[in-house]
């Protein structure tokens, strides 16, 4: 069984550091590309990055440009998103997602909560 | 690259069908567009539904179905049953914003 577990979320305030994990399971780690997507409360999705299988190629959304880093380590089937500079904007579940090729997330994550307030 | 726009909101009775709308979607790779759409009930994870604008995965009920013409897709949901109010999110491979804003389906 496929399984996405996100931890590491929790309360900062701005400007603080948040370094968000996704333990995989239940299938192939490496064969596949990541991604981070986050919804602001009562908001749509946004898509946030995304790490090739390999870890040497990552996309972000402008506005965590310079801010966050994806990574990912094979070895132990776990992908991560380090948060610097958090913003109140940054507000957000930040979900873990399967990518099966051309931006489709088949498998999600339970979503790990980021508050960023004073 | 347009964003993509979806109504907030749509409707309908139990048995009856309701058809979703994505505009904005833009021709890439060949010709071939990569649309997805995704349900999300409250406080839960978005579920995969569609993909590659008419695929279903595994385990999701024939009841949903998805197409597209031009620069719109469109997901359908037909036999409405109360399980399906949900938030439903298009997706699309080159948009310059990957999810459309949602539509909040609501049964009857």
């Known amino acids: 069984e496929v399984q996405l577990v996100e931890s590491g979320g929790g309360l900062v305030q701005p400007g603080g550091s948040l370094r968000l994990s996704c333990a995989a399971s239940g299938f192939p780690f490496t064969n596949y590309w990541m991604n981070w997507v986050r919804q602001a409360p009562g908001k749509g999705l946004e898509w946030v990055a995304n790490?090739?299988?390999?870890?040497?190629?990552?996309n972000l959304v402008d506005s965590v440009k310079g801010r966050f880093t994806i990574s990912r380590d094979n070895a132990k089937n776990s992908l991560f998103l380090q948060m610097n500079g958090l913003r109140v904007e940054d507000t957000a579940v930040y979900y873990c997602a399967r990518n099966i090729g051309f931006e489709t997330f088949d498998f999600w994550g339970q979503g790990t909560l980021v508050t960023v307030s004073s | 690259q347009s964003a993509l726009t979806q109504p907030p909101s749509a409707s309908g009775s139990p048995g009856q069908s309701v058809t979703i709308s994505c505009t904005g979607i833009?021709?890439?790779?060949?010709?071939?567009?990569?649309v997805s759409w995704y349900q999300q009930h409250p406080g839960k994870a978005p579920k995969l539904m569609i993909y590659?604008?008419?695929k279903r995965p595994s385990g999701v009920p024939d009841r949903f179905s998805g197409s597209e013409s031009g620069n719109t897709a469109s997901l359908t949901v037909s036999g409405l049953q109360a399980e399906d109010e949900a938030d439903y999110y298009c997706?699309?491979?080159?948009?310059?914003?990957?999810f459309g804003g949602g539509t909040k389906l609501t049964v009857l």
């Open positions: 833009s021709s890439d790779i060949g010709n071939y567009k990569y």
């Open positions: 997706a699309a491979f080159g948009a310059s914003q990957l």
């Open positions: 590659e604008v008419t």
């Open positions: 790490i090739n299988i390999d870890g040497n190629e990552k």
